[in-house]
């Protein structure tokens, strides 16, 4: 990877209380951990909980002059409306993140972007708590792009979850190893980042 010439982009988004803006937060932070510039813009609704929500997150080796995106280099889509909202963004030979659990494949139409489909919530049900699904989906998106270490994202916790839930660190990372796990054993390892150059568009 060029670390002189790295820029990539990533809308999060979901339903309020899916964790997205979690997400956002924390690949932020670990690419800042790596010596990026960042950007975090979230967006939500009053509604939060059960409303829409969504984040870009822009990483670069350089100064970022905007951090308003049109179109991702991926999207992480927690749930329909998010695909049906910003998956037609995504760059062609791009990267589409899809809930599976709470999106039918039949709704990615697009044959010009890799999918990802994971569903993030029956693997959550399964380890015993539904609530991690969103870092199940983190560590998925992180192992099939490596658009940071999974070093720096372990090493971030601590940095956005408030201090009176550092007791579940060590849940939380267990959730991202397993999205890791499930991405190496159920996808080829193909994929390159559009990374090298490029900006804000």
């Known amino acids: 990877m060029d670390s002189d010439r790295f820029y990539y982009d990533v809308i999060v988004a979901g339903f309020g209380g899916q964790g997205v803006l979690v997400i956002g937060n924390l690949l932020s932070y670990a690419s800042m951990k790596e010596g990026r510039h960042v950007t975090f813009l979230p967006t939500y609704g009053v509604e939060m909980r059960g409303g829409t929500a969504n984040c870009t997150v822009v990483i670069s080796s350089k100064e970022i002059g905007s951090p308003i995106v049109q179109r991702p280099h991926a999207l992480i889509a927690m749930n329909l409306p998010s695909l049906v909202k910003f998956g037609p963004r995504v760059l062609p030979n ?32 399964q380890n015993g708590n539904t609530r991690l699904a969103n870092m199940i989906a983190l560590g998925a998106f992180v192992e099939r792009t490596k658009v940071v270490q999974m070093t720096s994202l372990f090493d ?23 999205g890791a796990e499930y991405v190496k054993n159920n996808f080829t390892p193909t994929l390159t980042l559009p990374h090298q150059g490029g900006g804000n568009t």
């Open 156 to 178: 971030s916790l601590e940095k956005v979850f408030d201090e009176r839930h550092h007791s579940l660190i060590p849940s939380n990372i267990k959730a991202i190893q397993i």
């Open 94 to 125: 791009g990267l589409c993140f899809i809930n599976s659990s709470l999106i039918d494949l039949q709704e990615a139409s697009r044959k010009d972007v890799e999918l990802l489909p994971v569903p993030v919530n029956d693997i959550a049900i």
